[in-house]
T-cell receptor, first 111, second 117 residues
Framework: LAKTTQPISMDSYEGQEVNITCSHN???????ITWYQQFPSQGPRFIIQ???TKVTNEVASLFIPADRKSSTLSLPRVSLSDTAVYYC????????????FGAGTTVTVRA | ETGVTQTPRHLVMGMTNKKSLKCEQHLGHNAMYWYKQSAKKPLELMFV???????ENNSVPSRFSPECPNSSHLFLHLHTLQPEDSALYLCASSQDIRRARGTGELFFGEGSRLTVL
């Protein structure tokens, strides 16, 4: 199972860009990188997914360098409602199936 | 309705009660999951069903009993719980296990907040 490491918490202010970097040094060739967002007392919500280079959608951008050993989730111009826990997930193909979430990064956006 | 629906959203039960949590997905998926999220802890995978067959039991105590009558419905039967079982129980689905394993794409419900007195 590809282990991920991301910061425990980050603080930001409204209108700023927030970048969260996730390390996944032992990512396998076929693995995808997926990010989820979770608000208090709600289930995680899929934000974005990528394999390499850059992916952008209406919510965020995901930057993945050529070696794929890390990835950066970029949230442009955050608002108070972006305060949440953000999880980086690397899915690994294996016979011993476990899709696990780490502690995530708690992003707090202040006015 | 669309997505993954969990009921009840909140449940308070005594240690001797028997209750059930229900999950229904309207996405046409074939894999369903139960996760437990205790306060300030990461999500813990409990059970996985793929095409109605249980494929994962992550060393969950027998006081939690899952049931998957079809690919759209998943239940978690609760009996003789302990106060430390109080948590947010999350249901998720994916197209199938292989798809989730490869891409990590899960669709979660809003969760059932369980309090055991």
């Amino acid at each position: 199972l590809a282990k991920t490491t991301q910061p425990i918490s980050m603080d930001s202010y409204e209108g700023q860009e927030v970048n969260i970097t996730c390390s996944h040094n032992n990512i396998a060739t076929n693995d995808y990188i997926t990010w989820y967002q979770q608000f208090p007392s709600q289930g995680p919500r899929f934000i974005i997914q990528g394999y390499k280079t850059k992916v952008t959608n209406e919510v965020a951008s995901l930057f993945i360098p050529a070696d794929r050993k890390s990835s950066t989730l970029s949230l442009p111009r955050v608002s108070l409602s972006d305060t949440a826990v953000y999880y980086c997930l690397v899915a690994t193909r294996s016979n011993d199936y476990k899709l696990s979430f780490g502690a995530g990064t708690t992003v707090t956006v202040r006015a | 309705e669309t997505g993954v629906t969990q009921t009840p959203r909140h449940l308070v039960m005594g240690m001797t009660n028997k209750k059930s949590l229900k999950c229904e997905q309207h996405l046409g998926h074939n894999a369903m999951y139960w996760y437990k999220q205790s306060a300030k802890k990461p999500l813990e995978l409990m059970f996985v069903y793929n095409f109605k067959e249980q494929t994962e039991n992550n060393s969950v105590p027998s006081r939690f009993s899952p049931e998957c009558p079809n690919s759209s419905h998943l239940f978690l039967h609760l009996h003789t719980l302990q106060p430390e079982d109080s948590a947010l129980y999350l249901c998720a689905s994916s197209q199938d296990i292989r798809r989730a394993r490869g891409t990590g794409e899960l669709f979660f419900g809003e969760g059932s907040r369980l309090t055991v007195l």
